[in-house]
């Protein structure tokens, strides 16, 4: 006897029908008031529709999951169907399996609450492809010729041929490897459109997607449409910074056994009869794996890996031009922290921490400092601002991008200080004595003065100081730092934004923006969209300050020297270009 569905969210009684049929002991009543009590609401919150038009003959691939095939039968409603089996599943005979769900598309009749989306099928009307009988087909071996055949074998058949205004159509959905190679090669053959149920979300715990978000695809021309689909979601990976899967369906060329993986396995295969000849030139080929190693490239940068993006960017031959490769990867490449050939987890930590404090306060001394280099420490504001604004408009990660923006303002108010003492336009205090000019303290003091405003961690009170209202404490040093009179004084660029420090104040006295940040850093607090948004609007408004003000007043022409250096990506237009991707149609290079 099936169970009853209580749960009226929709959400809810999915998961419902999940863990009861999970417990189970009859998996055909389980379907039973799957179809009865959940099927209906799917369909009528997904409204899954198709552009086929009329449909006669639909042959199922046929897998282990019951549930979408339901779905398409509804959706299609067909006049007849062929169901291709396995020979078995799980233990059961595939005869077995297909005349269980036989019943249950036949109980689809008499279910009211299925609405339009209820099909009008007969016992007649089904054939299926499995055992050798008078009435069923014998699948001897479910590899893709033999699911060719058959399927060949059953559309040839009179009562497959459609009427006027019907067509036939091949479904995949939820069958193995095999069969889907095999219907895709008899629908490229024969001409017939080939469907697949697609879900829209999927439960992690569950590992099932949900019936409600289900949608049906359709592929007209299936050998093409196939490998200009991947095509199209490798460009759609890339213009979402998702190099690393789009690297993944770009795949891996074939080996000498034959065995290759994604598109460039696709590329180098060899077909039976074709001798040692590929589908696509060897030249295209290497085309391909050149566009994978400059994702892979971007990959290392969009992660902050400068030194390994300009290792990969320094091995092409011929080189890439300047216009594809970020400003930054050339820049901090070749003095980015690298801890690749590190033995172990805590080595490696151990390497990182040293090399980037070295990079902060100077391997030797502070004139070695990345604040003492103004294009490589450009190169870095700029990068960094621009992957915020990535993290709100690609990835919807506003958590990361509040994290982020806080970091870099508070970083750019230790740049300002450090870009002062390295001018010798500091006044430093040491014990109370009369204040001096850096370049008067001796080395050890230069040196360790330096470091100590590095590390120093409070934004409250460098941002005081860069106002002229209060000296900069380094305690572990016994210093005191303020602005000499020819540094610049920092411009309140936060006034009148939505996180004003002077009006968003929290209740410790120190500026909202401050304390939020420390509250998402030790928790899982989520930030919104739009406090992101403000976060980010903060943050251009201080690196704006920071190049106007500071960077420039000591450095001159800086600014100049950076105009127009690449932040971004460049335009997958560009890169197919520069990859020469001439065999991709022409709307898949736009």
């Given at each position: ?313 320094d091995g092409f031959d011929p080189t ?30 151990q390497q990182l921490l040293n090399l ?165 850093i030790h928790t899982h607090l989520y ?64």
């Open positions: 006897m099936s169970f009853q569905l209580t749960k009226s969210d929709i959400k809810d009684r999915t998961r419902e029908y999940w863990e009861k049929s999970s417990r189970s002991a009859n998996r055909f009543s389980s379907y039973e008031c799957y179809i009865d009590q959940l099927l209906g609401r799917e369909l009528s919150t997904a409204k899954p529709s198709h552009s086929l038009g009329k449909v006669h003959t639909l042959a199922l691939t046929v897998g282990e999951s019951f549930e979408p095939l339901l779905q398409i039968v509804c959706v299609l409603k067909p006049q007849r169907v062929v169901l291709i089996l396995n020979s078995s599943y799980g233990g059961t005979p595939g005869d077995h399996h297909g005349e269980d769900l036989k019943k249950l598309m036949l109980r689809l009749n008499q279910n009211q609450s299925l609405g339009n989306f209820r099909p009008q099928l007969s016992d007649a009307n089904f054939k299926l492809v499995d055992l050798p009988d008078d009435n069923l087909v014998d699948l001897p071996d479910d590899t893709p010729t033999h699911v060719f055949r058959k399927l060949r074998a059953a559309f040839q058949e009179s009562a497959a041929q459609p009427p006027a205004g019907y067509t036939n159509v091949v479904d995949i959905t939820g069958a193995k490897n095999s069969m889907i190679v095999g219907a895709f090669l008899y629908a490229a053959h024969s001409g017939l459109p080939i469907t697949y149920v697609d879900f829209g979300e999927y439960d992690s715990d569950w590992r099932r997607p949900y019936g409600y978000t289900c949608r049906i695809g359709a592929v007209a021309n299936p050998y093409e449409a196939f490998h200009l689909r991947d095509w199209e979601q490798v460009r759609r990976l890339y213009e979402s910074y998702n190099f690393r899967n789009a690297r993944a369906l770009l795949g891996k060329e074939a080996n000498a056994r034959g065995t290759g993986e994604g598109i460039l396995g696709a590329m180098s295969q060899i077909l039976g009869g074709s001798g040692n000849t590929p589908l696509f030139d060897q030249s295209d080929i290497d085309r391909v794996k050149r566009l994978a190693s400059l994702f892979e490239m971007y990959e290392a940068w969009e992660n902050g890996d400068y030194a390994t993006a300009k290792t990969i960017k890439l031009p300047a216009d594809i490769v970020p400003w930054s990867i050339e820049e901090l490449g070749s003095i980015w922290p690298n801890v690749t050939s590190a033995l172990n987890a805590q080595t490696a930590a980037h404090l070295a990079l902060k306060q100077g391997s030797e001394k502070p004139s070695d400092s990345l604040f003492a280099q103004p294009l490589p420490l450009l190169a870095y504001v700029r990068d960094e601002l621009a992957k915020i604004e990535r993290l709100i408009s690609k990835n919807e990660d506003y958590r990361s991008a509040y994290l982020r923006a806080a970091g870099l303002e508070e970083f750019l108010l230790k740049a300002r200080l450090c870009i002062s003492w390295l001018k010798n336009e500091l006044d430093v205090t040491i014990n109370n004595n009369s204040p001096v000019r850096p370049s008067a303290l001796s080395q050890n003091d230069q040196s360790e003065g330096f470091k100590a405003m590095v590390s120093h961690s409070s934004a409250d009170s460098m941002r005081k100081t860069l106002q002229r209202s209060r000296q900069l404490a380094l305690q572990q040093v016994n210093m005191k730092v303020s602005l000499s009179n020819g540094a610049p004084k920092l411009d309140e660029y936060w006034k009148g934004k939505q996180l004003d420090f002077d009006t968003f104040v929290s209740d410790r006295g120190n500026p909202g923006f401050t304390r939020l940040r420390g509250e998402a930030i919104p969209r739009p406090i992101a948004e403000a976060a980010l609007e903060l943050v251009q408004a201080a690196v704006e300050e920071f190049e106007r003000n500071w960077l420039e007043h000591f450095h001159k022409h800086t600014l100049a020297k950076a105009k127009d250096k690449l932040v971004d990506a460049p335009s997958w237009s560009r890169l197919c270009e520069v990859c020469e991707l001439t065999f991709l149609p022409p709307r898949l290079c736009q």
